[in-house]
């Protein structure tokens, strides 16, 4: 079981926006900006796409956002393209004893 | 441009120790302000952050793996490397490498990922 909650799939027609969410607690996601989310196509290398919870690093498209109000974070890409289509994973600098960095579950996007 | 490149066997025994390097081109391992993670993945599952290390010798490590973990850094070859010991078969998973330290994030967040390579714990 995860620590941060990610809806298991979502999906979309291409040129809509779509909303991926994130929770996770006031020791993670809501005590913290340290939020990134990332694509991962299955057989490929995870690709980072927000950082600081709502940077967007050079090269990524601005289609992509994110946000975090509270203990939840959101990912959404706008204008939906079919080679969006794929796994999107959050991250969440944790705080504790010993810190650590703790993940989504991931969520499968479906460009329909 | 920078590559990470995992490589260490794809088969290790029950209670063996799992070995795992990653060599880093075209960026320094010594640049102080990098840090070296390891992720892994379950087979269908999610993504799972294992630990990372500073060139320096600092390393964090999940609290869930840190019993059977350890971590180096070979500057000399440029690589990083983990031990993870007595594994178990729930230790099969999908190993990747990468560099954290460029963003705002610190160590918590990795522009460079390697491209993975798949363990299998089985006798």
């Known amino acids: 079981q995860s620590a941060l909650t990610q809806p298991a799939s979502v999906s979309g027609s291409p040129g809509q926006s779509i909303t991926i969410s994130c929770t996770g607690t006031r020791s993670d996601i809501g005590g913290y900006n340290y939020v990134s989310w990332y694509q991962h196509h299955p057989g490929r290398a995870p690709k980072l796409i927000i950082s600081?919870?709502?940077d967007r690093p050079s090269g990524v498209s601005s289609r992509f956002s994110g946000s975090k109000s509270g203990n939840t974070a959101s990912l959404t890409i706008s204008g939906l393209q079919i080679e969006d289509e794929s796994d999107y994973y959050c991250s969440s600098y944790a705080s504790g004893s010993t810190p650590r960095l703790v993940f989504g579950g991931g969520t499968k996007l479906t460009v329909l | 441009q920078v590559h990470l490149q995992e490589s260490g066997p794809g088969l290790v025994r029950p209670s063996q120790t799992l070995s795992l390097t990653c060599t880093v081109a075209g960026d320094s391992i010594s640049d102080r302000s990098l840090y070296w993670s390891w992720v892994r993945q379950h087979p269908g599952l999610g993504l799972e952050w294992i630990g990372y290390i500073h060139y320096a010798g600092n390393t964090y490590f999940n609290p869930s793996l840190k019993s059977r973990l350890t971590m180096s850094v070979d500057t000399s070859k440029n690589q990083f490397s983990l031990r993870l010991t007595s594994v178990t078969a729930a230790d099969t998973a999908v190993y990747f490498c990468?560099?954290?330290?460029?963003?705002?994030?610190?160590?918590?967040?990795?522009?460079?990922w390697g491209q993975g390579t798949m363990v299998t714990v089985s006798s």
């Open positions: 990468a560099r954290g330290g460029l963003s705002a994030d610190g160590p918590w967040a990795f522009d460079i």
């Open positions: 600081g919870a709502r």
